[in-house]
């Protein structure tokens, strides 16, 4: 038997979620079962997409349920296994986050190849963050050379390997993020133009003045006004690819949508939602490309590490407060 | 020299246009010149998208010039030819509306093949509003067999061809209309769900009702609470064409876009805005389809006709007071 900490929903958050919505609590884990694999979870991930799960409600995924241990993205090391597939040692990503250590069929864990990365990439930059990037500006969007992309969040997770995907291929870049150190990344990170738009009190006028032809494509992670001055600064035909909608998450009341709404129309945008999951298919291309521009120093990345199973909850509010720098994660071990 | 009248933008409207926005004045035209054609329009067309050009605005379209005559679809015959390619007695179709009679080059006009219609058709199921259902459903929207279509302004030039066009193709239609007369037509039309939007407080319950499964196709003519209908009510993957949004034309203030906005991610909807003089390309085809359609029994149409050149503004209103039922005309002569 081992003892492992998991984080459990105590209850349903109203608004931004606190502290106090969620619980550590021991299990001991036994030994694994035929056909299993006991695993140490080295790093988790907390994701803007699990506020969503904190509802109950009927969604893509199935709302998490009270007095259970949360779920989530980890990379953890197999300790033990029954299944011939993993050795002692190996990395594997699995959706048991929030907790120490787990058993699992070895059906339910994807093997890492390391590829010279340190195991939490494999959370963030080299993982559902990343792939995430990848799908949405190249296969919804179809960002291309010469486009003039428009990124919201772009210090984020996902936002943040967007801006140089699209560098990557030709663009310019315009990213949006609140305070300095947010924008210092974007520069180190190669984005055209840099908006706090937390010090902006006309965010249509700031993205005009950095985009004066327009934007061909926007990267939407924020909702609210960043939607509305996108619109408002859409060329003719551009692609509005939305990953997320953060600053709604935690609203306890619908808040009114874009008042341009028309312009859809006479500009002939394009809007698509999309969710990663359904995309896995294009994971071994985005691996592909991804560990070549890793390798040659093409993409670079920050994270936001603290530390320990009880620090997951916080870790998670982070992300609504926007006090994270690239991904946000929890050391486990 | 011909004496004929036309009607001329007096003042910009400011929110729903008066009579006194508009002004009919005549003018002597002249014989045409080497290479012009001389016209005597049969019908002529009044459309929503016209009110855009009644606004000093850029645009996909020029704004209309105050003292001007106004422009738009019209059909005609032609009465002097210095063009061989132009008979006297042909039917053309051009954008010369809001008069009587006109010269123009024989480049700026579209002769008929009569396809046993009545002229007027060309401004309606088999011209423009045609086309525009026929491009928003099938190339936009990609309707197929076995999806569920709503439709606004289902009762409208365009909305009655797209509801006919999605059932043809095997779809289940709900089309939304307001008052009696406009919901005994789509019941005529072989509208599988006609909801009278005026007599329902709530929109997205009655649409639910009509769609137990959700909508996989939403045709956008009207915006508000219709968009927002469609996008609670829609299935995952579900592709909205946007082809207007008439509740909004006269805004004199922004109004509030959909406050459902964040179920676009993770229903993976689709938005596209379209412009049909984009897709001059699809004519022939459409010709060709709606040609044997008609023939066939498979489409009709209604259309309202208001007589002489006087009745041209008002007619143009009755489109935002929603007093139309088909297509609205202005038979000249």
């Known amino acids: 038997m081992t003892t492992s900490r998991e984080v459990r ?6 608004g931004m979620p606190k502290d106090s919505d969620f619980e550590v609590a021991s299990v001991e884990v036994a030994a694994p079962a035929a056909g ?28 998490f349920q009270i007095g259970k241990a949360l779920e989530g993205g980890a990379v953890g090391q197999v300790v033990t296994s029954t299944d011939p597939k993993f050795q002692v040692g190996d990395l594997v990503n699995s959706m048991m986050g929030w907790r120490e250590v787990f058993n699992a069929p070895g059906s339910s864990l994807f093997k890492i190849d390391p590829m010279g990365l340190p195991p939490q990439a494999f959370l963030g930059v080299a993982g559902m963050p990343g792939l995430t990037a990848y799908v949405g ?4 969007a179809g960002c291309k050379a010469g486009d003039t992309v428009f990124v919201s969040a772009a210090s984020g997770a996902v936002g943040q390997i967007v801006c140089q995907i699209a560098k990557l291929k030709g663009a310019t ?3 949006s993020a609140g305070g300095a150190e947010k924008i210092a990344h974007l520069k180190e990170i190669g984005v055209d133009h840099a908006i706090d738009y937390r010090a902006t009190s006309d965010l249509t ?7 004066p032809k327009g934007i061909d494509v926007y990267f939407e992670n924020v909702g609210g006004e960043h939607l509305e001055a996108a619109i408002a600064v859409a060329r003719p035909f551009a692609r509005f690819a939305f990953c997320g909608m953060i600053s709604q998450y935690n609203d306890t009341a619908p808040s009114p949508g874009p008042s341009n709404m028309i312009m859809v129309v006479g500009k002939r945008l394009r809007f698509e939602g999309f969710i990663v ?4 298919d294009v994971l071994p291309e985005f691996l592909s490309d991804m ?21 997951a909850p916080g870790a998670f509010l982070k992300l609504f ?8 994660l929890v050391k486990l071990s």
């Open 291 to 311: 560990g070549g521009w890793i390798k040659d120093g093409k993409i670079t990345w920050r994270e936001t590490v603290d530390e320990g199973i009880a620090a």
């Open 321 to 328: 407060k926007g006090e994270n720098i690239g991904k946000m």
């Open 9 to 14: 929903l105590k209850s349903r958050p109203v």
């Open 137 to 140: 500006l190249l296969k919804i």
């Open 277 to 280: 999951s359904d995309h896995g």
């Open 36 to 63: 299993e694999v006991q695993v140490k979870n080295l790093y988790m991930s907390v994701d803007p997409y699990m506020r969503g799960r904190m509802y109950d409600r009927e969604s893509y995924v199935p709302p």
């Open 173 to 175: 870049v315009i990213g």
């Open 205 to 211: 006028a700031e993205l005009a003045k950095a985009a």
